[in-house]
């Protein structure tokens, strides 16, 4: 059935309504991609950060196994950007781009094709109801003609008017005639229009479940390569772990007493 506009305006066919479902469907799949391509450029620039910040020389003249544990840290960061620039340019490829090319433009010219078909058969079913309308009408007005026309035989017995009646009876046979053709060449429509409109919509439905099991398929992409950066960036931490943990104060006091020495001769009493 048509969908009524609260506005008032025209109707929009319910095979319209359809059709704007998977319009919007490929409008949604658009701005995901749209989405995932902002989200992949935040990544690019978290990682061209993390790497300069790995070579700021700040805090690089410490010394001993603290020291040591620092210069790890800051190379963590540039392993750490390694990992987000991985990220970044696998959702582009596995994500963004296949959310983006997913079902071409050829895909609107393939929805114009059901349009038109569908438009056409809905019109000849509109012209067929409108012959039926025609015909019921053409046959009312018989009809009432015969039926006048006997009235007036009742009334007045003439060979005109016997005449008449038969002439009058042969047309509201006719109009009857035309009338039953007329709603036969309209079921014949309608019948093929309603398996033509169940047949399309079945198709579209069957599109429309491509459509999210796709989306689906690729977001999880998304969740797995999340999750394996989430990891990744782990192993880069890892080194820091065990170097912070070898820190050893004492060590590095000894080192720097032995680099920094001014001499070993302990001071004594002065005799007189």
């Known amino acids: 059935a048509d969908k009524k506009d609260p506005q008032g305006a025209t109707s929009l066919p319910g095979f319209e309504v359809l059709l704007q479902k998977q319009l919007k469907g490929k409008q949604m799949q658009k701005e995901m991609s749209e989405f995932i391509h902002e989200r992949t450029k935040i990544e690019e620039e978290y990682a061209k950060n993390l790497s300069k910040l790995s070579l700021s020389p700040l805090a690089a003249q410490e010394e001993g196994t603290l020291g040591e544990a620092w210069t790890q840290l800051k190379k963590s960061l540039h ?3 390694e990992v987000h620039l991985k990220f970044a ?3 582009h490829t596995e994500v963004e781009k296949p959310l983006l090319t997913f079902r071409g433009d050829h ?3 393939d929805l114009k094709k059901y349009d038109h078909h569908m438009a056409d058969l809905r019109k000849q079913l509109a012209s067929r109801f409108a012959s039926v309308e025609k015909a019921r009408k053409a046959l009312a007005d ?3 003609d015969l039926e006048v026309k006997t009235q007036q035989l009742e009334v007045k017995l003439s060979n005109k008017t016997e005449e008449d009646i038969k ?6 046979t006719q109009a009857g005639d035309d009338l039953m053709r007329c709603v036969d060449l309209y079921n014949q429509t309608q019948s093929k229009w309603f398996e033509e409109m169940v047949t399309a919509s079945m198709e579209l439905e069957k599109l429309e479940v491509e459509r999210i099991e796709w989306i689906q398929q690729h977001l999880r992409q998304y969740t797995t390569l999340r ?3 989430d990891m990744f960036n782990q192993s880069t931490v890892e080194p820091v772990d065990q170097l912070l943990q070898n820190v050893d104060p ?3 006091r000894e080192l720097w007493v032995k680099e920094n020495k001014t001499g070993e ?3 004594v009493d002065m005799d007189i």
């Open 265 to 267: 001769v302990r001071p």
């Open 79 to 81: 392993d750490e950007a």
């Open 227 to 229: 999750h394996e950066t």
């Open 89 to 91: 340019n696998k959702l």
């Open 107 to 109: 895909f609107k010219k």
């Open 142 to 144: 018989r009809q009432k």
């Open 167 to 172: 002439k009058a009876r042969r047309k509201s």
């Open 250 to 252: 004492s060590k590095d």
